[in-house]
């Protein structure tokens, strides 16, 4: 029998909508060049123009490895947008579809159309207190 947590590619639907962990960190900066030497200088952050990756392996799954993204933003970048706060976080999700179709029938506001690309599907959402929230379905 599959287990319904976790994805397999013949169940799709037996797969539980709902966030796994957090798949980025991204925040305003008034200088993301120099915010990320600063990181780099500073706290040994390996970076690049994107900012920094860290990876990890699942408790449940250790063949697994999962990215989190940090990424310093030029303040003021409409990829928050509607959002007004400084700070955007990315879930790690799973059955993206599923959640949602959920998220729409809780009244919650889904920003625009799943995308799908190699590393994954995304989609964007308001939370209660008006935070844009990337949700990613990781490839």
């Known amino acids: 029998m599959a287990d319904p947590q976790n994805e397999t590619p013949n169940e799709p639907a037996t797969i539980t909508p709902k966030v796994m962990g957090i798949g980025g960190i991204f925040f305003f900066s008034d200088n993301p060049q120099e915010t990320r030497e600063w990181y780099a200088n500073n706290l040994g952050l390996e970076v690049n123009d994107w900012g920094s990756t860290f990876e990890s392996r699942s408790v449940d799954k250790p063949e697994e490895v999962n990215s989190l993204q940090w990424s310093p933003f030029q303040t003021g970048s409409d990829y928050f947008a509607p959002s ?56």
Do not use: C
């Not at 955007?88 to 993206?96: G, H, L």
């Not at 995304?122 to 935070?131: S, Y």
């Open 84 to 139: 007004t706060k400084g700070f955007m976080i990315n879930y790690r999700v799973q059955n993206i579809e599923g959640l949602v179709a959920q998220l729409k029938a809780n009244g919650v506001t889904v920003l625009d159309d799943i995308a799908s690309y190699d590393y994954g599907k995304f989609v964007h959402i308001l939370d209660a207190d008006g935070n844009k929230v990337e949700l990613w379905e990781p490839a």
